[in-house]
């Protein structure tokens, strides 16, 4: 497979987050906070699909790997003047130390991919449901002690004074980033190995691959990402533990298996049609235009069709919008329906 | 003695005791609907939620209290059966994950829902109150919602259970936990014995839902989730594919929940989930098939 052939992969994924971006840019102020958050959530999702997607094991902790990049983020850019006024009961060398923007997310991402090997050590040894409950419990934990642990953080009240630099295109430089790093790890021959793991197990654990080793490796990765965007979040708003909970789990998860958790295209489509379909209905409470009809509803709609919406994609297609594949270019794909039909009448 | 150096007065005791009831009836429930259907219901305690705004609603319009209760369980009932009709029906034979995910979404769904309903803010639960007042018993004085806990989930798992091993129906439950497909082959009828699990497990769900909001007062649109999620985390460390197991591990950790939250100190109580969780993590690494299941477990093989 030629590399040409190859690029419209990452391309068309990347190309969409352009294209989100620069309808932002288009779009009243007031609007531009759905499109950023929606940069962020895909950053996120894709975070997620490094682990879920090429591995097929199911995770629940990597939005504790985004509250811990969002921490150090968080924490390392707050001016140092207000550092004690906010978190009074900071430990000393976090007080005295404080970073750029750059610098804060290059840590974000960095400590993100520590906790995730730390965690990931002893549990990537689980499967199944086993491994579902246990990166529950990480998530739990990591929650209880962002929320009450005022050493590393503000605790219970959120992150003022971090400063606002995630504007549009620093979001969705990070989101690109994000697709970049996720593509070129699942076209390495890790990549690969873990996705043969995915398929089938036991073939794979009998060619000689360390299904631990392979799953360790996507969740640092994948804990990486989290991190780095994580810290994008904190420098969008002043985000609280809370924010960084079961919400926002349940709904990039639904994000990764409503666009199809087995590709990058999924991810990214799954986070830019769910959070649209979300923020289209979030911006109707105040009235929006769609096409000269004036629509308007009630608070908490938004979320009800989102539940809804899930449901019926979910019955629908199983696999997801994308059915889990990449984008290919059409003239392939009708190949391939060719060699299938071939196959089917020989 | 040893209670007293353990920092554990008797009333705890039996506030743990009646927690772990509880969540046993909610392991059970949970476990029944896994068993055949190979379904982890996430949207549980939605459903546990719904039972207790039920109850919110029948003090609100001052029904008598076994009204309430009994509104509680139609309302419960009707909403269990509704999602397994509607949702797990059409995605019975999807992976795990797209089912789980999909439970994940009916809760959100329900939950949302009630929010839109009741806002924010949370509803004193109104009847059944004097049930939290402290009975005396051998000079302890101990809440009578904690000693009907107790009562109710012996008696309710003593029910199931002779259900479960003397009946054809309990037979056919329990073939189709093992093996759904050889139980098919070998007569068991599948929607008879899904439905079945879907009933008991919508009434043990609405009966925890009177425990719970009795002993918890206050109802938020959230009531319930932190339930099903430790009871869930529960069930695994038990042994999510025998009912016994199961529910020695939803028993477990509700215990424990209880237990803890007595005994630490109160400048650690906020960390009581960590202590939980960890204690999982740790139980799940040492045994990942379940700690009250027999040791091996099963390997696939090709």
């Known amino acids: ?346 | 003695m040893i209670l007293a150096f353990l920092n554990l007065t008797w009333p705890t005791f039996a506030t743990a005791l009646a927690l772990g009831g509880v969540y046993a009836l909610m392991a059970v429930g949970i476990g029944l609907v896994f068993g055949v259907l190979r379904l982890v219901n996430f949207a549980y305690g939605q459903l546990i939620m719904a039972g207790a705004f039920a109850l919110v609603y029948g003090a609100r319009h001052h029904l008598p209290n076994w009204e309430s209760i009994l509104l509680c369980f139609g309302v419960v009932l009707v909403l269990s059966v509704l999602m397994d009709r509607v949702v797990f029906r059409p995605l019975r034979t999807s992976s795990p994950a797209v089912m789980l995910v999909a439970t994940f979404a009916v809760a959100f769904l329900l939950q949302n829902i009630a929010l839109l309903k009741y806002g924010p803010l949370p509803r004193p639960i109104g009847s059944l109150t004097d049930l939290n007042a402290p009975w005396d018993i051998f000079g302890v004085q101990i809440k009578k919602i904690a000693v009907i806990s107790v009562a109710t989930a012996a008696g309710c798992l003593a029910i199931l259970q002779l259900l479960l091993s003397k009946t054809s129906l309990g037979l056919h439950m329990r073939a189709a936990s093992a093996d759904f497909r050889t139980a098919r082959l070998l007569g068991v009828r599948a929607n008879r014995v899904i439905g079945t699990a879907v009933i008991i497990s919508g009434l043990l769900a609405a009966t925890s839902a009177v425990m719970l909001s009795v002993q918890a007062q206050d109802i938020t649109y959230t009531f319930g989730l932190q339930d099903t999620i430790i009871v869930l985390a529960g069930v695994v460390v038990g042994g999510m594919n025998r009912p016994i197991p199961a529910t020695l591990g939803g028993f477990s950790i509700g215990f424990a929940t209880g237990i803890l939250g007595g005994v630490l100190p109160s400048n650690q109580t906020q960390y009581l989930s960590s202590f939980i969780f960890a204690a999982v993590i740790v139980v799940l690494l040492v045994r990942p098939n379940g700690l009250f299941t027999r040791a091996g477990g099963t390997v696939e093989r090709v």
């Open chain 1, 1 to 346: 497979m030629s590399l040409a052939r190859r690029l419209p992969e990452v391309l068309v994924p990347a190309l969409l987050v352009l294209a989100t971006a620069l309808l932002g840019l288009a779009v009243s102020s007031y609007l531009q906070a759905y499109f950023l958050d929606t940069l962020i959530k895909v950053a996120i999702v894709v975070g997620l699909y490094v682990f879920i997607g090429n591995s097929g094991v199911l995770s629940f902790g990597q939005i504790s790997f985004v509250a811990v990049g969002a921490w150090t983020a968080g924490v390392l850019t707050v001016p140092k003047e207000q550092k004690l006024v906010l978190m009074p009961g900071l430990a000393h060398f976090l007080v005295t130390t404080t970073v750029g923007n750059v610098a804060s997310l290059a840590l974000a991402a960095a400590v993100g991919a520590v906790f995730a090997f730390a965690v990931g050590l002893p549990l990537m040894r689980l499967s199944g449901l086993a491994a579902g409950i246990a990166t529950f419990a990480v998530l739990e934990i990591t929650n209880n002690i962002l929320n009450y642990e005022t050493r590393i953080g503000p605790a219970l009240n959120n992150f003022a004074s971090v400063p606002a630099t995630t504007g549009m295109w620093q979001a969705a430089v990070g989101a690109i980033i994000c697709i970049g790093v996720a593509y070129a790890y699942q076209r390495t021959r890790f990549g690969r190995m873990l996705r043969a793991t995915r398929e089938d197990p036991a073939a794979a654990a009998a060619a000689g691959i360390s299904i631990y080793r392979q799953r360790l490796l996507a969740f640092t990765v994948a804990g990486a990402l989290a991190g780095f965007a994580g810290g994008l979040f904190v420098h969008l708003q002043p985000v609280a533990a809370n924010d960084l909970f079961l919400d926002l789990t349940f709904i990039t998860l639904a994000m990764l298996v409503v666009g199809g958790s087995g590709s990058l295209l999924g991810a990214v489509v799954g986070a830019l049609a769910v959070n649209g379909v979300y923020s289209f209905f979030t911006a109707a409470v105040n009235t929006v235009d769609v096409f000269g009809w004036h629509l308007h509803v009630r608070a908490g709609t938004a979320q009800i069709v989102l539940g809804a919406l899930m449901v019926i994609v979910l019955i629908f297609r199983p696999s997801g919008l994308t059915g889990g594949r990449e984008f290919s270019l059409p003239r392939r794909r009708r190949r391939v329906a060719d060699l299938e039909k071939a196959r089917a009448t020989t």
